[in-house]
């Protein structure tokens, strides 16, 4: 493997896993990952930024297979994705010492028993001067664990970003194409960053004065685009809701299945885009995704043994944790004899700071007045919108 030059002695350690389909045995990769480092030698010391997954520690090395000699290991995020390979490149290259802050630090140590000796603490806004070459560490706490940093590289305007700004896509391009990364991207964000919106926004702060040239995460290509990437989370953390409801169901013998059609043709007719997931084969990545810019969230469910469908109970449990900008929530759905299936879902969504809009469970197949209610239900959400929204 050849390192892939960004500019003058800064190179890429693209680290592809094309076949990696499970994160953190929960998320889905449709499209595969990759781990990057990235090498940045200066006229006096060489240092490495980030580490990569101890499973591709082998393919890391193969970059590494001309470097004699590295003087530091910068860890932006203490993740074994990122930072799990450390100790064997400690163990190449034993000199080196592993550059941090002091939360970073106290993980590493924690999750992979690395000595104390072995570390340079540095402060939010401190530098090391490689000889022509300054790396000055900006902390970025919550994005998305709290020792979170990012490393600018200040001669050729690189921000090295780690998690911040990635993306789950395995590519042979080095540079991002806005059309290709938009959606990996906003998956990337939804799935992981999301529950962190306010931390983001303040982050988002802390790098605004900086003139990047690139932006080098630790997950997909590289951005040149810079104001483009920057532009979308900006928008995806604090910016307006859209005109969306998500509609997340299950049905087990039609009857909620009826209910959420009709609900889905009224919402239309009324002009609202409409993302209906069924959660019976549950991909949390796409519904996370359309939690970003939804408006109203709309739970669908049977009762089971009188509590909601177990894949409904997740559904929703997705929701409290991710934390979308959602304003309004809905519960439908219907049940045989009786139950709590309302309760037990109103009560699973804390975070959610949303107005819950009036819920419609029936018993049974729907009838014309269960039907009637749906309309209703979803009159109303088309005004709640037209109000927030400003819609004509």
């Not at 000595?115 to 560490?137: H, N, Y």
């Not at 042979?172 to 992981?192: C, L, Q, T, W």
């Not at 962190?196 to 004065?209: M, P, Q, T, V, Y």
């Not at 007045?369 to 929204?389: R, S, T």
Request: aromatic share 10%; hydrophobic share 45%.
């Amino acid at each position: 493997m050849k390192p892939v030059k960004l500019s003058d002695n800064v190179f890429f350690l693209q680290i592809n896993h094309f076949n990696r389909r499970l994160f953190d045995s929960l998320i889905p990769l449709p499209e595969g990952t990759s781990y990057n480092s990235y090498l940045v030698k200066g006229a006096a010391k060489t240092a490495l930024i980030d580490s990569v997954d101890p499973e591709k520690r082998e393919v890391l090395f193969d970059f590494l297979k001309d470097v004699a000699t590295l003087d530091y290991l910068v860890a932006n995020h203490a993740e074994q994705d990122h930072s799990g390979s450390i100790p064997f490149v400690l163990e190449k290259y034993p000199m080196a010492k592993v550059v941090t802050n002091p939360k970073c630090k106290e993980f590493l140590m924690s999750h992979l028993h690395i000595p104390a000796e072995k570390f340079i603490e540095v402060k939010d806004g401190g530098t090391l001067d490689l000889g022509g070459k300054t790396l000055q560490f900006i902390y970025t706490p919550w994005v998305h664990w709290p020792e979170t940093m990012v490393t600018w590289l200040k001669e050729d305007r690189i921000l090295f970003s780690c998690d911040f700004f990635g993306s789950h896509l395995a590519s042979g391009a080095v540079f991002s194409e806005e059309n290709i990364v938009h959606d990996p991207m906003k998956r990337y964000y939804a799935e992981i960053m999301m529950p962190f919106r306010a931390s983001i926004l303040g982050n988002l702060e802390k790098i605004k004065g900086l003139d990047l040239a690139m932006i080098a995460p630790s997950h997909g290509p590289v951005h040149k685009n810079v104001d483009f990437v920057k532009n979308l989370y900006q928008n995806w953390a604090g910016g307006p809701t859209e005109n969306n409801v998500l509609v997340a169901y299950v049905s087990m013998h039609g009857s909620t299945f009826v209910l959420v059609n009709r609900l889905v043709s009224r919402l239309q007719e009324f002009g609202i885009a409409v993302e209906k997931l069924n959660l019976e084969q549950i991909d949390e990545g796409r519904v996370a995704m359309a939690m970003v810019d939804a408006t109203t969230i709309v739970i669908g469910t049977p009762t089971v043994l009188m509590g909601p469908h177990p894949k409904a109970v997740y559904g929703a449990y997705l929701a409290n944790l991710l934390k979308p900008k959602a304003k309004y929530v809905s519960v439908i759905g219907s049940f045989g004899w009786g139950g709590k299936a309302l309760e037990t879902i109103a009560a699973m969504i804390p975070n959610l700071k949303a107005e819950v809009l009036k819920p419609v469970m029936v018993k049974g197949l729907p009838t014309a007045a269960d039907l009637a209610q749906i309309d209703e239900l979803a009159a109303l959400i088309a005004e709640k919108h037209k109000v927030l929204l400003g819609l004509k």
